[in-house]
Every structure is written in C-alpha cells, then in structure tokens.
T-cell receptor
Framework: GNSVTQMEGPVTLSEEAFLTINCTYT??????LFWYVQYPGEGLQLLLK?????DKGSNKGFEATYRKETTSFHLEKGSVQVSDSAVYFC?????????FGKGTRLSVIA | GAVVSQHPSWVICKSGTSVKIECRSL??????MFWYRQFPKQSLMLMAT?????????EQGVEKDKFLINHASLTLSTLTVTSAHPEDSSFYIC??????????FGPGTRLLVL
C-alpha cells in the first residue's frame, strides 16, 4: 500500500540556517505529494504540493521537488526563522485519502 | 484558503459518557469529510471517510459503533465518541474536501476521558 517515510526529529536549527527535511514515499501509480505544517496548538495547514514528476512546489520560502526516480519529496528552506518552528508532515494522495508521514518537529532558535 | 472549524476545541468527560464533535466547512461545500486521530508525537491516522448523505467508510480496526459519523449536509459532519473510555483520549482532526483534491483541516479537538 501507499506509505510515506520522513526523517525523524526533532530538528533544532539556528535562525537563518538551511533546512532539509527528507521525505520518501512508496505508492502505486502517480500520486500527488504534499507538505503540511502544524503550528503549536493549531490544525494542519497545506504548505505546498506537487502533482506530477519534476514539479516544484513552493510557498513562504519553502520548496520541494517531486522526484519520481528517487521517490522523494524533500522539503528545503534556505534561511529558517523562529516563526518556522512547527511540525512538518509529508503526505501523498493516490487513489486513497491522504497518507501522512510521522511528522518532523522543527525548532528554530534565535 | 478554505476554512474548516471544529467545536469544541477541547473537552473533558467522564468514562462511559458520549461526546459529540462538530466539523464545519465555512466557505466551501465539503462533499467528502475525513476524520483523523492523532496520538502525541505521532502522525495522523485516518479513522473514516464520509460523503454527504452516505454512510461513512471506516478504516480497518476502527469501531463504527463506537465512533459514529454523520455527514448530513455539505458543510457539517459530526463525530460522536460513544461510551468513551480513557483509551479514547486523543486529538481528533477533521478534514473537508470540495471539488478539488486538496483537503482542508480543522484545528482539532482534544478529548480527555477521565
């Protein structure tokens, strides 16, 4: 079945550091890929998505590229801010509802 | 983006009682609603999928008689936890989907059963 594996957290970075959160997936067919973010005490918000191979999703300085050959959708940001502290979930959607990874908690310190 | 609300945001109840959680899509029609459960520091686990006017489809291992889901309109779905027990304590999150494939999530309801 479909599954998502993302790097274990927590990840702690200093402000302005470069961020990478790895995500790989297993799926039949051609799923859409998503990154969701959950800020403390809030629900999940869609951060970005990509619907086909080589698509790049981007939002708020975050980027992720749909790599079919490596079945990956790694999240990157060039310079993180304290306000980026949250839990990030990689997810995919094929012919089923969203399937989530376990989430990666990011803490950014000033 | 589209907004989904949940009520209540948190609830404490005694063991054996029932609790109802409401999920509303505020500015779009949610033809499909999803209910998830999230344990501390864990991912979201899909409990059930419901289409407006139809019976919900439950995931394997989820007791449909314990977690009653109603999706009576395109903007409202409810989850009722019947005869709640401490092991039902969790964070419950709903998600609505309209015509597109994007799911919009509510802020979640934290349930504590004493």
């Amino acid at each position: 079945g479909n599954s998502v594996t993302q790097m274990e957290g927590p990840v702690t970075l200093s402000e302005e550091a470069f961020l990478t959160i790895n995500c790989t997936y297993t799926a039949t067919g051609y799923p859409s890929l998503f990154w969701y973010v959950q800020y403390p005490g809030e629900g999940l918000q869609l951060l970005l998505k990509a619907t086909k191979a080589d698509d790049k999703g981007s939002n708020k300085g975050f980027e992720a590229t749909y790599r079919k050959e490596t079945t990956s959708f790694h999240l990157e940001k060039g310079s993180v801010q304290v306000s980026d502290s949250a839990v990030y979930f990689c997810a995919l959607r094929g012919n089923t509802p969203l399937v989530f990874g376990k989430g990666t908690r990011l803490s950014v310190i000033a | 983006g589209a907004v989904v609300s949940q009520h209540p945001s948190w609830v404490i109840c005694k063991s054996g009682t029932s609790v109802k959680i409401e999920c509303r899509s505020l500015d779009f029609q949610a033809t499909t609603m999803f209910w998830y459960r999230q344990f501390p520091k864990q991912s979201l686990m899909l409990m059930a999928t419901s289409n407006e006017g139809s019976k919900a489809t439950y995931e394997q291992g989820v007791e449909k008689d314990k977690f009653l889901i109603n999706h009576a309109s395109l903007t409202l779905s409810t989850l009722t936890v019947t005869s709640a027990h401490p092991e039902d304590s969790s964070f419950y999150i709903c998600s609505g989907q309209g015509q597109g494939e994007t799911q919009y999530f509510g802020p979640g309801t934290r349930l504590l059963v004493l």
